[in-house]
């Protein structure tokens, strides 16, 4: 538990350092620190029952194939939740249960999209109606098992002044999807508040870590910086 409680104060603590360096590879860094971590966004997205499966990154394929490259998913063995486009990495992960109407089959429930802007980038409302899209178009793609309900976030640096926050999305009065902008400050902030404000107790954990060493850190790949030489032999 303790474990696992260090580990997210210093997730939190990576996204604070490298969100505002402009230095920063945010791709590389920024990007999968935010989209392994779902808890950021609700506990209710604490569970590892969000995966992605063949239905799923089919109806990816056919949504995003306009943006998607060819080395899209090279990778999809390692993440096949992650799907790199041109402006943005989008995380698309669901949860599947069994039909009340058909119990001896399963279909997809729930389905969340988290997509991380790149550069420090503004929300607006063009970001926001894309995020909509996407949300209708896996509803009418009829790749998904199931009717299942959709919550998209759109992460980036801040939200340009006049932009709708949240939008909903119903069919004949039923909410089936919605659409959120958020900052990494709010996240970071919001994600704070449920671990109980630790970051004030003990501020100084991570203060003299740079945000590279804890992306490495919490994506457990080798840091130089964390290496330590061997002492000197005597002769």
Not at 135 to 164: C, N, W, Y
Not at 191 to 214: C, M, N, T
Request: aromatic content about 6%; proline content about 4%.
């Amino acid at each position: 538990m303790l474990d696992e409680i260090d580990h997210r104060l210093a997730v939190l603590a990576a996204i604070d350092k490298l969100s505002g360096d402009e230095a920063t590879d945010e791709l590389h860094t920024l990007h999968p620190l935010v989209t392994q971590a779902r808890w950021l966004f609700g506990p209710e997205f604490d569970s590892s029952e969000y995966s992605s499966n063949v239905s799923l990154r089919t109806a990816v394929e056919k949504i995003f194939k306009k943006r998607l490259s060819a080395e899209a998913f090279t990778n999809h063995k390692q993440r096949p939740d992650i799907v790199v486009l041109g402006d943005a990495t989008c995380s698309i992960v669901g949860t599947e249960g069994f039909d009340p109407a058909e119990p001896t089959l399963t279909r997809i429930q729930n389905v969340l999209i988290i997509e991380v802007k790149k550069g420090k980038s503004a929300i607006g409302r063009d970001e926001m109606t894309q995020a909509d899209g996407y949300v209708q178009d896996f509803l009418g793609s009829g790749a998904l098992d199931g009717t299942p309900m959709f919550r998209a976030f759109v992460v980036g640096h801040e939200i340009a002044a006049k932009t709708t926050r949240e939008k909903e999305l119903k069919e004949e009065g039923v909410l089936r999807g919605r659409v959120q902008a958020v900052t990494y400050g709010q996240i970071t902030r919001s994600a704070h508040q449920r671990l109980f404000r630790l970051k004030e107790r003990i501020p100084a954990r991570y203060e003299d870590v740079s945000g590279a060493d804890l992306s490495a850190k919490v994506m457990q790949t080798a840091s130089q910086a964390l290496l330590a030489l061997p002492a000197p032999v005597p002769d």
